[in-house]
C-alpha cells in the first residue's frame, strides 16, 4: 500500500477551514477549477456519504465519512466514478499562530503511479484552497 501526506498553513481558523470541507458551497468553490462546474453533495457525519461532480470535466467521486471530529479531523472513503479501487482520507487541523495547519493523508493507493497522480491533484486543490483563504 502507498500513501502520500501533504500540509499547508492557511491564514483561517479551524472552524473557517473545516466549512471549507464540509460544506458543499464551499467545498466546489476550491477544490476543482472553477471552469469544471462542480456539485457537490455532503453529509460530514459519521457514516454520511459525500459526492463531487463535474458533468464538464466528465468525472466525479464519492465516499464515506468514517470519522467527524469537528473542527480537527475527517476522514473518509474516496472511489472515483467507474473505479473500484477505494481509497482513505484523513484531514487534520491543527492551530497555528495566524492560522491552521492542515494535513491531508491519502492512502491505499495501488501502486506509485497512482499516489504520485494524487500527490499532484491534491497540491493542485490545496494551492486554490491557499489562495481563497481570505475568502474562505
Same mark, same amino acid.
Given at each position: 500500500?502507498?500513501?502520500? @501526506?501533504?500540509?499547508?498553513? %492557511?491564514?483561517?481558523?479551524?472552524?473557517?477551514?473545516?466549512?471549507? $470541507?464540509? @460544506?458543499?458551497? #464551499?467545498? *466546489?468553490? +476550491?477544490? +476543482? !477549477? !472553477?471552469?469544471f462546474q462542480s456539485t457537490a453533495e455532503l453529509d460530514a457525519r459519521v457514516g454520511g456519504s459525500w459526492r463531487l461532480v463535474s458533468e464538464v470535466a466528465g468525472m466525479g467521486l464519492s465516499g464515506v465519512f468514517a470519522a *467527524?471530529? #469537528? !473542527? #480537527?479531523?475527517?476522514? $473518509?472513503?474516496?472511489? +472515483?466514478?467507474? @473505479?473500484?479501487? @477505494?481509497?482513505? =482520507?484523513?484531514?487534520? %487541523?491543527?492551530?497555528?499562530?495566524?492560522?491552521?495547519? %492542515?494535513?491531508? =493523508?491519502h492512502e491505499r493507493f495501488a501502486d506509485d503511479a497512482e499516489a504520485d497522480s494524487h500527490l499532484q491533484g491534491w497540491s493542485d486543490c490545496l494551492d486554490r484552497l491557499t489562495d481563497l483563504q481570505r475568502t474562505v
Open positions: 500500500m502507498t500513501r502520500i @501526506e501533504i500540509s499547508r498553513t %492557511l491564514a483561517a481558523d479551524r472552524e473557517r477551514v473545516w466549512r471549507a $470541507f464540509t @460544506e458543499p458551497n #464551499e467545498f *466546489v468553490s +476550491w477544490f +476543482w !477549477p !472553477p471552469r *467527524v471530529d #469537528e !473542527p #480537527e479531523r475527517l476522514v $473518509f472513503t474516496w472511489r +472515483w466514478d467507474g @473505479e473500484d479501487e @477505494e481509497t482513505l =482520507v484523513t484531514v487534520t %487541523l491543527t492551530p497555528a499562530a495566524g492560522g491552521t495547519v %492542515l494535513t491531508v =493523508v
